[in-house]
T-cell receptor
Framework: NAGVTQTPKFQVLKTGQSMTLQCAQD?????MYWYRQDPGMGLRLIYY???????DKGEVPNGYNVSRLNKREFSLRLESAAPSQTSVYFC???????????????FGEGSWLTVV | QQQVKQSPQSLIVQKGGISIINCAYE??????FPWYQQFPGKGPALLIAIRPDVSEKKEGRFTISFNKSAKQFSLHIMDSQPGDSATYFC???????????FGTGTKLQVIP
C-alpha cells in the first residue's frame, strides 16, 4: 500500500513561473487536504476537498488553486509563484465523518518547493 | 488566527527523562485531539489521540492528559529515547471531524 503519494519531491521555481503539485491516495478516502509547513508556523491548511467534486478554502488559499480530479487525486497549482510560497507542501487524506481511530489523517512525504 | 497554541517551540531532554509538550485551545467545538510525530524529511504520522470525555489516554510510553475545563491537553513521553527525537504537533478536530487545526509544533531532541 503506497498511502499518499506526492510529486515532485523537490522543485525550484523562478518568480512568476507556474507549477502543479500532484497527489494521489490509494486508501479510498473521501477527504483530501493540502497543507504548507513553515518554520514556527506549523501546518497551515491551504485547501481541502471533502469529496470528489468539491473543494473549499483553508487558512491560506491565496496564490493557489486546486483540482479534485477524481476520488484518488487532488492537485495543487501555483499560477504565478512568489518567494513567499517557498515552503514544504504536504498532501493528506482521511475518511469523511468517521469517528474514533478512523479520524487518522494520512500524510504524504512532502514536496520541497523553493521560489527564487 | 492560531486556535491551538503549542509550547514549547523546542525541547531538549536527556535520555530516560520525561518530555512534556502542552497545547491550549479556545474553540469549544473541538471534539477530538490527536498528536502527530514527524521525523525529518517525512510527513507527520498519528501518534496518539484522545476524546474530550476522557481525562487521560496512555499508549506505551506516550500519554495524553486532557483538561476540558482549562481547555488544555498535553503529551507526556516517559523514559524518552534518542529515537523519539522528532517534531510533535498537537491538533484539534471540529466540524464533524472534517476541519483540523494544528499547533505550531515542538522540536524534541533527546540527548544520550
Amino acid at each position: 500500500n503506497a498511502g499518499v503519494t506526492q510529486t515532485p519531491k523537490f522543485q525550484v521555481l523562478k518568480t512568476g513561473q507556474s507549477m502543479t503539485l500532484q497527489c494521489a491516495q490509494d486508501m479510498n478516502h473521501n477527504s483530501m487536504y493540502w497543507y504548507r509547513q513553515d518554520p514556527g508556523m506549523g501546518l497551515r491548511l491551504i485547501y481541502y476537498s471533502a469529496s470528489e467534486g468539491t473543494t473549499d478554502k483553508g487558512e491560506v488559499p491565496n496564490g493557489y488553486n486546486v483540482s479534485r480530479l477524481n476520488k484518488r487525486e487532488f492537485s495543487l497549482r501555483l499560477e504565478s509563484a512568489a518567494p513567499s510560497q517557498t515552503s514544504v507542501y504536504f498532501c493528506a487524506s482521511k475518511r469523511t465523518n468517521s469517528q474514533g481511530s478512523r479520524n487518522t489523517i494520512y500524510f504524504g512525504e512532502g514536496s520541497w518547493l523553493t521560489v527564487v | 488566527q492560531q486556535q491551538v497554541k503549542q509550547s514549547p517551540q523546542s525541547l531538549i531532554v536527556q535520555k530516560g527523562g520525561i518530555s512534556i509538550i502542552n497545547c491550549a485551545y479556545e474553540n469549544t467545538a473541538f471534539d477530538y485531539f490527536p498528536w502527530y510525530q514527524q521525523f525529518p524529511g517525512k510527513g507527520p504520522a498519528l501518534l496518539i489521540a484522545i476524546r474530550p470525555d476522557v481525562s487521560e489516554k496512555k499508549e506505551g510510553r506516550f500519554t495524553i492528559s486532557f483538561n476540558k475545563s482549562a481547555k488544555q491537553f498535553s503529551l507526556h513521553i516517559m523514559d524518552s529515547q534518542p529515537g523519539d527525537s522528532a517534531t510533535y504537533f498537537c491538533a484539534a478536530f471540529s466540524g464533524g471531524y472534517q476541519k483540523v487545526t494544528f499547533g505550531t509544533g515542538t522540536k524534541l531532541q533527546v540527548i544520550p
